[in-house]
């Protein structure tokens, strides 16, 4: 049997170099595709991203990603190549230092919520109950404004990051219109996620809205899950929960609490390989990321490297051709149903019908 592990230690580097792909070296440990600037490679965690695409991985994944070759042909390919092995440094993460001043009213952020997002109460009260939400004043430039603060807790309760969003609309600065920010130290593996029950199965999303938007949609069929925003398409949020739930049904975290967070998706790639946890968790992983390019070739991508997935996407726009579950929470809000619909039709015909007509003069 193949080591993974030791696959894994193949010299990004130089398996670009047997590629052709030509580097520039910018630091001891930072390298730049000569053609692409926003292709980086790191040595020091030997991994790769491609930022204007948002495309990242290991070494396996680079070899898939250049060479268009599925995870055992990539496995292949490294092991039969005489690539030296390259010395990975374990990424040590600082505490998370959460330094934003909070207010005590939650209304604006219920407004922006409700209004703007259409979440009913009961979704925000959800999410509230279990420490994810709050309302704080983010300075920068002397600005000040109020967002909305998502928490980001590891599997000891402990914050470990947030997200923010900007209430008001400051077109002027944003080029989305409102701020929209990830603290800085966030630990970016851990994600954003509520706990239903005893959690058996994981469903991810791409953002908190959105997660709180499928929460909404789904509510009345949820039990036993942990509803989980990536904040992105990051794999390692996946092998984060994925571990945090065989821990949890173990009663014991040291594994989790010790391990490289920086290789979070090798040790996923490790439990897939060499045990059948997640075959044997029914509808265990469910991606429920946003309906575009990105986020199906991210459910394919995993896919081909043999994880059994489910796909819960929202009805695809056909005008825009993409499309997210806020999205549909507020196409399904205002939009009528078929039966209110109907009701209507049925309405107008039978006044129609039953009223008396109003006589006319032949002139």
Same mark, same amino acid.
């Given at each position: ?99 934003? *001043? ?211 996407? *929202? ?49």
């Amino acid at each position: 049997m193949i080591a993974l592990e030791m696959i894994k230690k193949k010299s990004i580097v130089d398996v670009a170099g047997a590629f052709g792909i030509p580097l520039k070296r910018l630091s001891s440990t930072l390298y730049e595709q000569v053609e692409h600037d926003s292709f980086k490679i790191f040595t020091n965690t030997n991994t790769f991203k491609w930022f204007s695409r948002d495309i990242q991985g290991d070494v396996i994944d680079f070899v898939q990603l250049i060479a268009g070759v599925s995870f055992k042909e990539a496995i292949h390919f490294l092991d039969k190549g005489d690539f030296p092995e390259q010395e990975v440094q374990v990424l040590k993460l600082e505490p998370f230092r959460y330094y934003l *001043p909070e207010s005590k009213d939650f209304g604006s952020a219920r407004t922006y919520l409700k209004t703007i997002r259409h979440l009913s109460d009961e979704t925000i009260n959800t999410f509230g109950r279990q420490g994810l939400l709050a309302q704080g004043e983010w300075q920068s430039d002397n600005h000040t404004e109020p967002v909305v603060v998502f928490k980001s807790k590891d599997h000891h309760g402990r914050l470990v990051g947030a997200s923010l969003q900007g209430i008001k609309e400051h077109p002027d600065r944003y080029d989305r219109g409102r701020l929209k920010k990830i603290m800085k130290g966030t630990h970016g593996y851990a994600g954003i996620s509520l706990t239903i029950g005893k959690p058996k199965r994981l469903v991810f999303a791409e953002s908190v809205i959105d997660l709180m938007s499928y929460y909404e949609c789904h509510k009345e069929e949820l039990s036993d899950v942990r509803l989980v925003s990536m904040e992105g398409l990051k794999k390692s949020v996946i092998a984060y929960h994925v571990i945090r739930l065989a821990s949890e049904e173990k009663g014991d975290f040291r594994f989790l609490d010790e391990l490289d967070k920086g290789r979070l998706s090798h040790y996923l790639d490790v439990i897939l390989q060499t045990t059948k946890y997640i075959q044997h968790h029914e509808q265990f992983l469910t991606l429920a990321v946003d309906n575009d390019e990105a986020g199906r070739d991210f459910i394919e991508k995993l896919k081909d490297q043999g994880f059994p997935l489910e796909q819960d996407l *929202p009805p695809l726009d056909l005008l825009d051709g993409k499309t997210d579950w806020n999205e549909e929470l507020i196409r399904r809000k205002l939009e009528p149903s078929l039966d209110d619909w109907l009701c209507q039709f049925y309405e107008e015909r039978s006044q129609a019908v039953y009223s008396p007509r109003t006589p006319t003069l032949d002139l």
